[in-house]
């Protein structure tokens, strides 16, 4: 085990994505072993603004904040406001654009890092991430030096890579460990519509970056991968993804478990499982003017706004062959929950829920509960129509798209993403690109079966705790997804949903118990073995390292 870890995000106190849901629902497994000797590094966005995830505390490391000052670090420090309340540092990295240019030639010079197409978000990203390993370095004098054989660093995400090889090459006697959670080539493979697995032994990474304008980002994430000491990815799916276009097998697996301190117990459950369903359905109702019970089945699909990677596609093509199949005999309401371009609530839809009464019309467009800030190019919007989902009342079916970040000030729902989750009978993630997949696991966590594929990190966790293949009566359907089989996955979606509409109380019960069953086993005491043995790898893999250097 590590006597200090630092851990570098763009995530830390900044909620993004599911590596945020990653280091934050982890950090109190780690505080309960190594109290406050995990330091979560961050970049500070919040100088002037109010920020409710970061603490500070100007008594904590005073000294070496004025230290650092003098070295012209600008730093905070003070807690991480999630379980455990782990130490944080937050780093102002803005003055290193002035000398951009420079540390990008020294890490072209030691590691080959090839910046010089660098565009968007690489700049911000790569100084934060210098900004992160200056922290270290500061830090690692001040406090750790003569104190510590064990210090590990840990880097997620191409963007955390320059701080990563710049601790190689400025301190050596740190362990570093980078995980990628999503190569950066792989998604853009997918997201170009290319075909990713069928190929994907016979791409060059180097050359799809050429192609793709790619270049500066997959050379910085390849060349870390090269050089930290452990090399780690969330699932196995990716760990093939990494050997074929970094060029690098991984040395470790590193699933991404959760805690289930957000989800109710027992008679709160019960209540807010009947709150959400209640909401679900008055906006339902508003929206198309059907009437709609509590026997309706509630089914949806959520993440980014990635049409086709996380399978938004598929379900909207499932849903309408759903509403064709003569086998269907129980009202459908489906929900796709994806931050788009949106300007706010609809006022019609807002005067309706105002007034607390059931509707027998339906408003224009039946379908969506935010307007957009242009409705036409939007893929799901031209999807719908293009199947001729308006929400009709002949359609058992009835899908609405939630263009916006439930937050609990959305202006429609009002209530936060778990406290509607908690509401579904079955929800879908039908993905195409998915390493992991965070919200099929709070899904079942919420006794909620889902729907994947065998294409997602944790679709294949599922078939390999199953010993096989998964179905929705054990809580989670496992879909056989490739390249080519868009038809079959359809129909694999649909018939999962109809499935779950046919059976009777007993059987959903069975499903629900089955689905929450299994999220305890990724629970991040079952997981954290996979953290334990990267630190061991990386302080081994250092120790061989210093010890030729020394020789």
């Not at 019970?293 to 062959?321: M, P, Q, W």
């Not at 929950?337 to 224009?364: C, H, M, N, S, Y």
């Not at 936060?416 to 099929?440: F, K, Q, R, V």
């Amino acid at each position: 085990m590590p006597d200090f870890i630092f851990e570098s995000s763009w995530e830390v106190c900044n909620k993004v994505g599911g590596i945020y849901t990653v280091l934050s629902t982890r950090a109190k497994t780690l505080q309960d072993v190594l109290t406050d000797k995990v330091v979560f590094i961050g970049p500070d966005f919040w100088i002037s603004k109010e920020n409710s995830l970061f603490i500070e505390d100007k008594k904590l490391f005073k000294e070496w904040i004025k230290e650092a000052e003098s070295q012209e670090l600008h730093v905070r420090v003070g807690r991480w406001n999630i379980p455990g309340r782990p130490i944080v540092i937050l780093v102002d990295f803005t003055p290193y654009f002035a000398v951009k240019n420079d540390i990008y030639a020294k890490m072209y010079t030691k590691f080959h890092v090839d910046s010089l197409h660098a565009y968007g978000d690489y700049d911000e990203a790569s100084m934060f991430s210098y900004a992160a390993g200056r922290v270290v370095e500061s830090f690692y004098h001040y406090y750790l030096s003569k104190k510590y054989t064990n210090v590990v660093y840990q880097a997620h995400e191409w963007m955390t890579g320059l701080g990563a090889l710049y601790i190689k090459d400025t301190l050596p006697q740190i362990a570093t460990i980078f995980t990628t959670h999503a190569t950066s080539i792989g998604r853009s493979i997918c997201g170009n519509n290319k075909p990713l697995y069928q190929y994907l032994n016979n791409y060059n990474g180097n050359q799809m970056a050429q192609e793709l304008n790619m270049e500066a980002k997959h050379s910085i994430e390849r060349q870390t991968a090269h050089n930290v000491d452990c090399f780690t990815t969330v699932s196995d799916v990716t760990a093939f993804e990494c050997e074929e276009l970094l060029d690098k097998k991984c040395d470790a697996v590193l699933m991404n478990g959760f805690e289930a301190d957000f989800v109710p117990k027992a008679a709160q459950f019960t209540k807010k499982r009947k709150m959400a369903r209640a909401k679900l359905l008055e906006v339902a109702n508003a929206l198309t003017g059907a009437q709609l019970t509590d026997e309706a089945l509630i089914v949806a699909t959520s993440g980014r706004y990635e049409f086709k990677n996380k399978g938004i596609d598929v379900f909207i093509d499932a849903l309408h062959r759903l509403n064709e199949d003569p086998a269907l005999d129980r009202d459908v309401v489906a929900f796709i929950e994806v931050p788009g371009w949106q300007v706010g609530p609809r006022q019609d839809l807002k005067d309706r829920l105002a007034e607390g009464i059931e509707f027998t019309t339906p408003l224009d467009a039946p379908f969506i509960t935010h307007n957009l800030h242009q409705w036409d190019g939007d893929r799901v919007i031209d999807t719908l129509r293009w199947f001729g989902m308006n929400n009709d009342s002949n359609s058992r079916v009835k899908v609405i798209f939630v263009p916006c970040y439930l937050d609990g000030n959305d202006g429609i729902f009002n209530m936060h993403y778990y406290d509607l989750l908690i509401g579904n009978d079955l929800s879908a993630y039908p993905s195409y690109y998915e390493p992991w997949g965070y919200t099929p696991l709070e899904s079942v966590a919420f006794k909620v079966p889902c729907i994947t594929t065998s294409l997602s990190g944790f679709g294949m966790w599922a078939n390999k705790v199953k010993g096989g293949q998964s179905h929705i009566e054990d809580g989670v359907e496992v879909i056989e997804r490739n390249d080519y089989n868009h038809d079959e996955v359809c129909d694999g979606v649909k018939d999962a949903i109809l499935k779950m509409a046919s059976m009777n109380k007993k059987e959903t019960d069975a499903a629900r118990k089955a689905a929450y069953a299994l999220s305890e086993k990724a629970l991040w005491k079952n997981f954290i073995q996979y953290y334990y043995d990267a630190y061991g790898i990386a302080i081994n893999n250092k120790e061989a390292r210093m010890f030729l250097v020394n020789n």
